[in-house]
């Protein structure tokens, strides 16, 4: 390579970044022994968010620079993709970005509202994983309205799998009102099939004692819960085959 002035390394850096040339940008910074103006970097970090990439592409261009660079995007930067990454199917991406850019957990506080419609999301769709990893990763937790909302609606559904999970997740208590609202409406269908069909009014003593069971909340006065028959064992035969 001839020899050429600081200047020109920093032009040829702006034309390598801008590009996303970056094996041959690695490469310079190696055998120049010089870096690129940390202004020509961050310059680089804005125009990738502003590109119309794809998202996986873009936190790919940033996680790289700042991997070649050693330059931390501003915050500004860091938000808009901490708040991209918030958006995708699960926390893994945002995990990543925290490792790769060097994320503090500080930023979140400044994210809060996106965070909690990703609660909202997870406890919509059942993710309870991701929000054990939401929680670890951005040092929130959600809100129990939120939380409260996902137990009405599993309740509802008869989804007790799903209850359990969140609960277990959250440690959040289920609110007893709810739940006394719960106990109602399963007892009018209990009493409401029972002249009709047995199937089906079993099937809502059923969720009335899964109910109490994962709630430990007794049902409202009135209403009696069965206890569930006890099937017995079949009688052992006198010469059994060996």
């Not at 040829?12 to 022994?33: D, S, V, W």
């Not at 040092?139 to 137990?151: A, L, Q």
């Not at 206890?227 to 052992?236: D, N």
Request: hydrophobic fraction near 35%.
């Amino acid at each position: 390579m001839s020899k050429i002035s600081g200047q020109d390394f920093q032009d040829t850096f702006r034309e390598y970044i801008n590009e996303k040339r970056f094996a041959e940008l690695a490469k310079l910074i190696e055998t120049a022994q010089t870096k690129p103006a940390d202004f020509i970097v961050r310059m680089g970090f804005k125009n990738y968010m502003d590109e119309s990439q794809g998202k996986r592409v873009k936190l790919f261009y940033i996680m790289k620079l700042k991997e070649i660079t050693g330059v931390k995007p501003d915050k500004n930067i860091i938000k808009q993709a901490c708040e991209m990454t918030l958006k995708m199917d699960t926390p893994e991406t945002l995990e990543a970005l925290i490792k790769r850019i060097e994320i503090e957990k500080e930023v979140f506080k400044e994210l809060l509202s996106v965070i909690q419609k990703t609660y909202a999301d997870y406890v919509a769709e059942g993710k309870f994983i991701d929000i054990s990893k939401l929680m670890e990763l951005t040092d929130t937790r959600p809100e129990e309205d939120t939380i409260h909302k996902g137990y009405e609606s599993y309740l509802e559904e008869g989804k007790f799998i799903s209850f359990a999970g969140l609960k277990k997740r959250t440690g959040v208590k289920p609110n007893s009102v709810m739940i006394q609202d719960m106990y109602r409406k399963y007892y009018f269908n209990f009493v409401r099939y029972k002249k009709i069909s047995t199937e089906q009014s079993l099937d809502w003593m059923d969720r009335m004692r899964k109910l109490r069971k994962l709630s430990r909340i007794d049902p409202p006065e009135g209403i009696i819960i069965e206890e569930e028959p006890v099937q017995e064992m079949p009688a052992a035969e006198e010469n059994p085959q060996e």
